[in-house]
């Protein structure tokens, strides 16, 4: 029972070579269709992610270059704004002095002008007083004494004396 199959386990050296010679037809058919194609296409697949790698990194650097530019520009338009404000804020405040020392100067006028309007009130209505005073004064000789003073005569005397005494 054994002897069969022993004598089918028996080595033939023509089964042998012709199995290498199959092997190696194999083999190279195999590298030829198979292993060479699919070496190829993952060599193009790995240059392909190492070149994406490599988009992805250049694009990140271009990026925290904008970046950096864009934060650079801002801080700069920042102190643009900031320096157009305190000029903004400078000519108003000077504008407001302008302003201010004008309605001084004009209310300043005023007041000079009502001051010299008094005064020259206040001096035609003494002479006035003055004068009305002096025209009493000759109504009252006039009467005391009886006859009739010429007023044109006395006034311009009296009324310079009267002026002088005050």
């Known amino acids: 029972m054994l002897e069969p199959i022993i004598k089918s386990l028996s ?9 290498i010679v199959l092997f190696i037809v194999l083999y190279v058919v ?64 000077a504008g407001r002095e302008r302003i201010l020392a004008d309605a001084r ?13 008094m005064e020259r009130e206040k001096t035609d209505a ?4 003055r004068e009305r005073m002096v025209g009493i004064a000759l109504t009252a000789v006039d009467k005391a004494v009886g006859r009739a003073i010429d007023p044109q005569t006395l006034r311009p005397g009296i009324v310079e004396s009267v002026a002088a005494r005050n």
Not at 58 to 65: D, N, Q
Not at 105 to 117: K, N, P, R, T, V
Not at 126 to 129: A, K, N
């Open 105 to 117: 100067a004009q209310a300043d006028a005023a007041i000079q002008q009502g001051i010299e309007s």
């Open 11 to 19: 080595f033939d050296w023509r089964y042998f070579i012709a199995q």
């Open 126 to 129: 003494l002479t006035s007083l």
């Open 30 to 93: 195999m590298n030829q269709v198979f292993w060479k194609p699919m070496l190829a296409h993952l060599a193009r697949r790995d240059q392909t992610v190492k070149d994406a790698y490599r988009t992805v990194d250049l694009t990140r650097h271009e990026m925290e270059t904008l970046r950096a530019e864009y934060q650079a520009r801002i801080i700069k338009i920042e102190a643009e704004a900031r320096s157009h404000i305190q000029q903004a804020i400078k000519e108003a405040q």
